[in-house]
């Protein structure tokens, strides 16, 4: 059960952090699973996963379409994962998306600002991402930032990124320059728990380490999609993978 004051910071800024959420073992544990889940990805030509320019994978989305057991199934499935998600968003949860943003050493790209929201579609806003560390993860090698309580203003407008990875972007422009940016320093096995309309992104990683977080997405029991909304973002999907194919 986790405290008031922690699920208070997750409604307050938008996010939270909890610290040594899984053990060096249970980090490792998922490392035994990332090259297979990469062969997998690869061999199955997974629409959505993007290569660096060194041909590194930076990113691998849904890949709970494709890997339906092991370690980190165990883990997105978890009872100590279930209990801290359902407490923050008040009801049972369950999985809807797993992705690995690999972020390699000195060519690993940026996700631009966005809102997860504005992919999900999920009307009344009962989702959440949990992004664990299974690396360091922090200013220096392109840990993700969050613009802390912008979660409470409602989804921004969002153009196509022109990017890979993540398909549509907040302009810089369209924020205020005031609100507070903040860089969560991670060590393996913590977890940042984000709200699914918090303003995040990540920077190019340019360091020495690589930056690898495996992201599990849930969504609560009275999660409904806003179909209509999630067809016109599909099709929008396509317009950015048709601009990289160029
Ligand atoms: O890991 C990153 O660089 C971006 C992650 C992200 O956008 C997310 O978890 O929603």
Request: proline share 2%.
């Given at each position: 059960m986790k405290s008031d004051s922690f699920i208070k910071n997750f409604y307050d800024k938008g996010f939270v952090v909890a610290k040594k959420v899984f053990s060096k073992k249970e980090?490792?544990?998922?490392?035994s699973q990332i090259n297979s889940i990469k062969k997998k990805s690869i061999k199955l030509k997974n629409p959505n996963m993007h290569f660096t320019s060194d041909n590194k994978l930076n990113t691998i989305h849904d890949i709970n379409k494709y890997v339906k057991s092991g370690p980190m199934i165990n883990l997105s499935k978890s009872k100590k994962m279930l209990n801290i998600v359902e407490n923050i968003l008040g009801e049972k949860a369950k999985v809807r998306n797993i992705e690995f943003f690999l972020k390699p050493?000195?060519?690993g790209m940026r996700a631009p600002l966005h809102q997860d929201n504005y992919y999900w579609n999920i009307k009344n806003k009962k989702a959440l991402n949990a992004?664990?560390?299974c690396s360091k993860a922090n200013y220096k090698n392109g840990g993700v930032y969050y613009y802390s309580g912008t979660h409470?203003?409602?989804?921004?407008?969002?153009?196509?990124?022109?990017?890979?990875?993540?398909?549509?972007?907040i302009p810089q422009k369209y924020l205020n320059k005031k609100i507070k940016k903040t860089y969560p320093n991670l060590e393996p096995g913590d977890c940042i728990f984000h709200h699914c309309e918090i303003i995040h992104g990540s920077k190019r990683n340019?360091?020495?380490l690589d930056r690898i977080g495996l992201v599990i997405s849930y969504?609560?029991?009275s999660a409904v999609i806003?179909?209509?909304k999630l067809r016109s973002y599909r099709k929008k999907v396509k317009k950015n993978l048709n601009?990289?194919?160029k």
């Open positions: 980090i490792r544990s998922i490392f050493k000195k060519t992004w664990i560390a409470k203003g409602g989804l921004k407008k969002h153009i196509l990124s022109k990017e890979p990875g993540s398909s549509q972007k340019n360091s020495n969504k609560g029991s806003d179909k209509k601009f990289l194919k």
